[in-house]
Antibody, heavy 122, light 107 residues
Framework: QVLLQESGPGLVKPSQTLSLTCSVS??????????WSWLRQPAGTTLEWLGR???????NYRPSLNSRVTVSLDTSKNHFSLDLRSVTAADTAVYYC??????????????WGQGILVTVSS | DIQMTQSPSSLSASVGDRVTITCRAS??????LNWYQQKPGKAPKLLIF???TLQGGVPSRFSGSRSGTDFTITITSLQPEDFATYYC?????????FGQGTKLEIK
């Protein structure tokens, strides 16, 4: 059974760095079939993809956040991480980690963490 | 970015009803369209991928279709557990945009 679990601080001060970790069980993040992704959802709105990384070195980021976001893998711990720098109140959201399957003719987010609320406030 | 226009934004229906939700892409995305269900306080759940393929374990009352850049999800014979918010998502290119969501409520 594939399980993902987010962890990290629930409160971050403005201008600081938001850092989250997603622990994965039931599958190795070294598998090249998947991308390991971060998304977020501000209260009452839709979902927004932030970035993804694969064990084969593929990395993509949301263009509007490209200069502030880093996603990285730690295969020894079977987890992956998100760093979002210089946060403002607009970065307050529930953050999700998810597995992204990339196939011949279909790509989708098939497994998700439960989500973690991160509030940016002084 | 590809824009995904989802309608309606909300929908009231009764148990046993048949409902359809539509999503229109701003450009051709082939069949790179997925549907998710989200209940309050929970993560989204993948229902349909590649426009019409049911994810394993999803009841057969859910179905998806495509006509050009228009996509629909249909739920036949609504069950109490189906009342939730539904999102479409394009997986054709980054940033993998989600629709604004359709909140399906009990009438």
């Amino acid at each position: 059974q594939v399980l993902l679990q987010e962890s990290g601080p629930g409160l971050v001060k403005p201008s600081q760095t938001l850092s989250l970790t997603c622990s994965v069980s039931g599958v190795s993040i070294s598998s090249g079939t998947y991308y390991w992704s971060w998304l977020r959802q501000p209260a009452g709105t839709t979902l927004e993809w932030l970035g993804r990384v694969s064990s084969t070195g593929g990395i993509n980021y949301r263009p509007s956040l490209n200069s502030r976001v880093t996603v990285s893998l730690d295969t020894s711990k079977n987890h992956f991480s998100l760093d979002l720098r210089s946060v403002t109140a607009a970065d307050t959201a529930v953050y999700y980690c998810a597995r992204y399957f990339s196939g011949w003719d279909s790509d989708y987010f098939d497994y998700w963490g439960q989500g973690i609320l991160v509030t940016v406030s002084s | 970015d590809i824009q995904m226009t989802q309608s309606p934004s909300s929908l009231s229906a009764s148990v046993g009803d048949r409902v359809t939700i539509t999503c229109r892409a701003s450009q051709s995305i082939s069949t790179y369209l997925n549907w998710y269900q989200q209940k309050p306080g929970k993560a989204p759940k993948l229902l349909i991928f590649a426009a019409s393929t049911l994810q394993g374990g999803v009841p057969s009352r859910f179905s998806g279709s495509r006509s050009g850049t228009d996509f629909t999800i249909t739920i036949t014979s609504l069950q109490p557990e189906d009342f939730a918010t539904y999102y479409c998502q394009e997986s054709y290119m980054a940033p993998y945009t989600f629709g604004q969501g359709t909140k399906l409520e009990i009438k």
